[in-house]
């Protein structure tokens, strides 16, 4: 937190750019109040970066569009019935909501809105104290009505009007508790999260689209580890993500005291560690957080409840892999992620485990080249999520699975220099399989394409004229299987 003098620079500082200084002046000159609200002057004063600009003001969307066409001609309406309009002012852009309070029936995905007539009326109806702060413009007037400012200072989450009263209007600001908690490095208030707990179920009406953006901006924040055990804690996972929830009483396969859950969580902090080492920020451009390894840290262990057998005395979780694919694969699309998304989350909890053993016995270069092929694009996330599944107290075992991978990497390494293993594909393309077998498009020419590429994942680069060599004595293989 700053202090006030520093923060009032910040905020003046934001005030002046270009932008909001004409925003102001506009609004002001048609007899309308405007404000920066919520997130931009929480962040000014905590003295982070502050990089969307939302505003808030008592004319209502109509009036707000006229004022913004003295400005500029690029305008367009992101949820007009919600009272918001938006608008590229001096270059950058910027969405302005009319005073509101949104509240909720009880089987309702979407909230009602009614506008209002108050800033102060706008701010206690919003989520947290910490984000119902105003900046009034153009006078530089901070406006608090629930003690933000206080809780700021204090390092806690609580809602400006009772939690039951919050919760009800809307009770996506519960994933947003758990959001916030891990990206301010909050408490949650112990009335608030009390809350959280009697009125998870109510989640249930949220459309799975606003729950998937959270748990996205969640995973995305710089540890997201207090926002998943809150989640966990409070039942609200288990709306959406129960196999998460399972994992807590999953202990693992050598029967250490922690259980499955603790791991994944520590899986999670270590991929981000990694992905910071591996990618850091450069060139003046930001850390790019990666959400699809987040997910597939958090999800890796995913099938281990649906797999537990007790044998011999101990616990055995075979093929958790393959089911915990199928379950982060369902679990995701039912939370509307995208295609590419969903697979490739599920194609690195599948992966997750390919590469143990790899210590023991070394792989020949096939076995290699298939890892690559399988792993796909997601080779690199692969990468970083094997290394951060060891989590292992034996400092030992934890070297020597750290040389092994660095010898696959340094394995996988000499082979793309020499084999565009990026890109391993047959010497033979289907149209040169058509032409030198002599046979029309269909099954066949997959069948010849898929035996050549064998032959590649098995012997390397063979040359052009070995593969034809080696094409049709297959053919004559197949032809002779036909007719006999």
Same mark, same amino acid.
């Given at each position: 937190?700053?202090?006030?003098?520093?923060?009032?620079?910040?905020?003046?500082?934001i005030?002046?750019?270009?932008?909001?200084?004409?925003?102001?002046r506009?609004?002001a /000159?048609? @007899?309308?109040?405007? &404000?920066? !609200?919520? #997130?931009?002057v929480?962040d000014?004063?905590?003295? =982070?970066?502050? $990089?969307?600009?939302?505003?808030?003001?008592?004319?209502?969307?109509?009036?707000?569009?006229?004022?913004?066409?003295?400005?500029?001609?690029?305008?367009?309406?992101?949820?007009? /019935?919600? @009272?918001t309009?938006? &608008?590229? !002012?001096? #270059?950058?852009?910027?969405?302005?909501?009319?005073? =509101?309070a949104? $509240?909720?029936?009880?089987d309702?995905?979407?909230?009602?809105?009614?506008?209002?007539?108050t800033i102060?009326?706008?701010l206690?109806r919003r989520?947290?104290t910490?984000?119902?702060?105003?900046?009034?413009?153009?006078?530089?007037?901070?406006?608090?009505?629930?003690?933000?400012?206080?809780?700021?200072?204090?390092?806690?989450?609580?809602?400006?009007?009772?939690?039951?009263?919050?919760?009800?209007?809307?009770?996506?600001?519960?994933?947003?508790?758990?959001?916030?908690?891990?990206?301010?490095?909050?408490?949650?208030?112990a009335?608030?999260?009390?809350?959280m707990?009697?009125?998870?179920?109510?989640?249930?009406?949220?459309?799975?689209e606003?729950?998937?953006?959270?748990?996205?901006?969640?995973?995305?924040?710089?540890?997201?580890?207090p926002?998943?055990?809150?989640?966990?804690?409070?039942?609200?996972?288990?709306?959406?993500l129960?196999?998460l929830?399972?994992?807590?009483?999953?202990q693992?396969?050598?029967?250490?005291?922690?259980?499955?859950?603790?791991?994944?969580?520590?899986?999670?902090?270590?991929?981000?560690?990694?992905?910071?080492?591996?990618h850091?920020?450069?060139?003046?451009?930001?850390?790019?957080?990666?959400?699809?390894?987040?997910l597939?840290?958090?999800l890796?262990?995913?099938?281990k409840?649906?797999?537990?057998?007790?044998?011999?005395?101990?616990?055995?979780?075979?093929?958790?892999?393959?089911v915990?694919?199928?379950?982060?694969?369902?679990?995701?699309?039912?939370?509307?992620?995208?295609n590419?998304?969903?697979k490739?989350?599920?194609?690195?909890?599948e992966?997750?485990?390919?590469?143990?053993?790899?210590?023991?016995?070394?792989?020949?270069?096939?076995?290699?080249?298939?890892?690559?092929?399988?792993a796909?694009?997601?080779l690199?996330q692969l990468?970083?999520?094997?290394?951060?599944?060891?989590?292992?107290?034996?400092?030992?075992?934890?070297?020597?699975?750290?040389?092994?991978?660095?010898?696959?990497?340094?394995?996988?390494?000499l082979?793309?220099?020499?084999?565009?293993?990026?890109?391993?594909?047959?010497e033979?393309?289907?149209a040169?399989?058509?032409?030198?077998?002599?046979?029309?498009?269909?099954?066949l020419?997959g069948?010849?394409?898929?035996?050549?590429?064998?032959?590649?994942?098995?012997?390397g680069?063979?040359?052009?004229?070995?593969?034809?060599e080696?094409?049709?004595?297959?053919?004559?293989?197949?032809?002779?299987?036909?007719?006999g």
């Open positions: 937190m700053l202090s006030l003098a520093e923060s009032m620079t910040a905020l003046r500082h005030a002046e750019s270009p932008t909001v200084a004409a925003l102001a506009a609004f /000159d048609a @007899g309308h109040e405007f &404000a920066l !609200v919520g #997130g931009p929480r000014a004063l905590l003295g =982070r970066p502050v $990089t969307d600009l939302d505003f808030t003001t008592s004319a209502r969307p109509h009036e707000t569009r006229a004022v913004l066409e003295s400005l500029t001609k690029n305008i367009w309406d992101v949820g007009r /019935d919600f @009272g309009i938006a &608008a590229q !002012v001096h #270059g950058e852009q910027v969405e302005i909501t009319t005073y =509101r949104d $509240t909720y029936r009880d309702s995905r979407k909230p009602e809105v009614s506008f209002g007539d102060e009326g706008d206690v989520d947290f910490i984000n119902a702060l105003a900046l009034m413009l153009p006078e530089l007037k901070l406006v608090d009505v629930a003690n933000g400012v206080e809780d700021l200072i204090a390092g806690r989450i609580v809602t400006p009007a009772s939690p039951e009263v919050s919760f009800t209007d809307d009770p996506l600001r519960m994933l947003r508790a758990a959001r916030f908690a891990s990206q301010l490095g909050f408490e949650v208030d009335d608030t999260e009390a809350a707990v009697r009125f998870a179920e109510r989640l249930d009406i949220i459309s799975a606003r729950i998937r953006d959270e748990l996205a901006k969640l995973l995305l924040t710089t540890d997201p580890v926002g998943i055990r809150l989640l966990v804690d409070t039942g609200l996972a288990a709306r959406f129960p196999e929830v399972d994992l807590v009483a999953t693992d396969d050598h029967g250490r005291h922690k259980d499955v859950y603790e791991h994944s969580l520590t899986v999670l902090r270590q991929a981000i560690e990694l992905e910071h080492a591996r850091p920020a450069g060139d003046g451009e930001p850390f790019a957080p990666d959400l699809v390894l987040r597939a840290a958090l890796h262990d995913i099938g409840p649906a797999t537990r057998r007790f044998e011999g005395g101990g616990v055995t979780f075979h093929h958790h892999d393959v915990g694919a199928k379950i982060a694969r369902r679990r995701l699309r039912e939370l509307r992620f995208d590419a998304t969903v490739r989350v599920a194609r690195l909890v992966l997750h485990l390919r590469f143990f053993g790899y210590s023991d016995q070394q792989w020949t270069d096939s076995a290699v080249r298939r890892y690559v092929r399988d796909g694009g997601e690199e990468h970083i999520l094997t290394r951060a599944d060891v989590t292992t107290r034996n400092r030992r075992k934890a070297e020597r699975l750290e040389h092994a991978y660095d010898d696959i990497e340094r394995r996988i390494a082979l793309a220099e020499q084999e565009e293993l990026a890109a391993v594909r047959p033979l393309d289907g040169a399989i058509m032409r030198l077998l002599e046979i029309a498009p269909g099954p020419v069948r010849a394409y898929a035996y050549l590429l064998e032959v590649r994942l098995d012997e680069l063979i040359g052009e004229e070995a593969a034809t080696r094409l049709r004595a297959w053919y004559r293989e197949q032809t002779e299987a036909s007719n």
